[in-house]
């Protein structure tokens, strides 16, 4: 799997819920045993890879991250500017 594919994966799961938690998705790419798609950094989290992630934003520019809950969802009126919460 690309990294556009795994981008493109997640999209679908965004889309299909209207929110994706970031541990699902990166534990659905690590499992994919490619350290492009899911990694673990220096804390021992389990990271989206950095351009599987920059194509998911690329392609959801009406999502935001919820850190609190470490998970995208759609923008609301209410949010406020950039892409995190």
Known sequence: ???????RWM???FRQCGFLYQELAASHLFH??????AYFD????LCVGKRVLAEFNRLTP???YERSGKFWRFRLDTDQPGRQQ
């Open 1 to 7: 799997m690309t990294e556009l594919q795994a981008a």
């Open 11 to 13: 999209l679908r799961e």
């Open 32 to 37: 994919l045993n490619d350290p492009k798609l």
């Open 42 to 45: 220096k804390a021992s989290n």
């Open 62 to 64: 009406n999502a935001v």
